[in-house]
T-cell receptor
Framework: DQQVKQNSPSLSVQEGRISILNCDYTNSMFDYFLWYKKYPAEGPTFLISISSIKDKNEDGRFTVFLNKSAKHLSLHIVPSQPGDSAVYFCAAKSSGTYKYIFGTGTRLKVLA | NAGVTQTPKFQVLKTGQSMTLQCAQDMNHNSMYWYRQDPGMGLRLIYYSASEGTTDKGEVPNGYNVSRLNKREFSLRLESAAPSQTSVYFC???????????FGPGTRLTVL
C-alpha cells in the first residue's frame, strides 16, 4: 500500500523552462511534507517543506504547492538549470509521529 | 563540519555473515534514522532513535538491530545477512524528532 506516490518516474525539461514534479498521497492524516533532491552516489538533500496549514511555500527557484482536498502536492522549479538534474523524492508524515513515508522518486533531466 | 558520515561506503557479504554499519553526525542533532533504498521502492525506514537512549522500529525492521551508542552515533547491525538485504543504506539525523533530515552518503551493501 503506497501511501505516497510519484507517478512519473522521469521528466525531461529544457533549460530555463519550468519543471513541475507531482506527488499524491492517500493518508488524510499527513500534515507535513518535504521534498528532497538526490544526486547519484550521494544521500538525499533537503530542499523545501510545507505544512498543511499552508497551500504554498517558496524558496528561491523552488515552490511547493499543496492541495489538501486533492491530496496532491507539486514542486515547481523556475527556471530549471542543468544542475537541477537529479532524482526528487517527496515525503510525508502525520502529526504525532516521527516517521516519514517517502515516494518512489522522479528523475528530472534538464536539457541544456 | 562533516555532517552525517557513514562507514563503510561499500560492502559485500556472504549469506549468514554479520556486520555493523556505522553512522555518526556532528550537528548535535537529537534524532537519528536508518533507511534502505531499493529500486522502485523509495526510501523505507528501518529504525529510528528520537533521542539518545531510545530506539523504535520503522517500516521494515526485521533482520536488523540498532544501537544509539551516544548522541553522535547510531549503528545498524545485520546479524545474519540475507540476499533480500542487498540495498543502499542511508543514515539521517534531525535536530528534533520529525524535523528535516540530513542524510549521509549511503552504504551500498551486496549479500551473495
Amino acid at each position: 500500500d503506497q501511501q505516497v506516490k510519484q507517478n512519473s518516474p522521469s521528466l525531461s525539461v529544457q533549460e530555463g523552462r519550468i519543471s513541475i514534479l507531482n506527488c499524491d498521497y492517500t493518508n488524510s492524516m499527513f500534515d507535513y511534507f518535504l521534498w528532497y533532491k538526490k544526486y547519484p552516489a550521494e544521500g538525499p538533500t533537503f530542499l523545501i517543506s510545507i505544512s498543511s496549514i499552508k497551500d504554498k511555500n517558496e524558496d528561491g527557484r523552488f515552490t511547493v504547492f499543496l492541495n489538501k482536498s486533492a491530496k496532491h502536492l507539486s514542486l515547481h522549479i523556475v527556471p530549471s538549470q542543468p544542475g537541477d538534474s537529479a532524482v526528487y523524492f517527496c515525503a510525508a508524515k502525520s502529526s504525532g509521529t516521527y516517521k516519514y513515508i517517502f515516494g518512489t522518486g522522479t528523475r528530472l533531466k534538464v536539457l541544456a | 563540519n562533516a555532517g552525517v558520515t557513514q562507514t563503510p561506503k561499500f560492502q559485500v557479504l556472504k549469506t549468514g555473515q554479520s556486520m555493523t554499519l556505522q553512522c555518526a553526525q556532528d550537528m548535535n542533532h537529537n534524532s537519528m534514522y536508518w533507511y534502505r533504498q531499493d529500486p522502485g521502492m523509495g526510501l523505507r525506514l528501518i529504525y529510528y532513535s528520537a533521542s539518545e537512549g531510545t530506539t523504535d522500529k520503522g517500516e521494515v525492521p526485521n533482520g536488523y538491530n540498532v544501537s544509539r551508542l551516544n548522541k553522535r552515533e547510531f549503528s545498524l547491525r545485520l546479524e545474519s545477512a540475507a540476499p533480500s538485504q542487498t540495498s543502499v543504506y542511508f543514515c539521517a539525523s534531525s535536530e528534533v524528532p520529525g524535523g528535516e533530515q540530513f542524510f549521509g552518503p549511503g552504504t551500498r551493501l551486496t549479500v551473495l
